[in-house]
């Protein structure tokens, strides 16, 4: 797919991508709070933990997870 490189296109396309990537956030909230608080009923400790990872041009990056096994 070819885009154009118009900075209007471009400025629309990330504000539709940031809008999208809240509302799917919104959305998926109850059941990442439910993955959570079952989580942190049925074993010890806590229902998160953080993880360092390396990412694009070897940067690193913390990135926090769900606990679930």
């Given at each position: 797919m070819i885009v154009p490189r118009n900075p209007r296109w471009l400025w629309l396309k990330t504000t539709v991508e940031i809008v999208?990537?809240?509302?799917?956030?919104?959305?998926?909230?109850?059941?990442?709070?439910?993955?959570?608080?079952?989580?942190?009923?049925?074993s010890p400790g806590s229902a998160l933990y953080w993880q360092t990872r390396v990412g694009l041009r070897g940067r690193e990056f913390r990135l926090c997870k769900i606990?679930?096994?």
């Open positions: 999208l990537a809240f509302l799917l956030l919104v959305l998926s909230l109850p059941v990442i709070f439910l993955a959570g608080l079952i989580v942190k009923l049925t606990r679930t096994m």
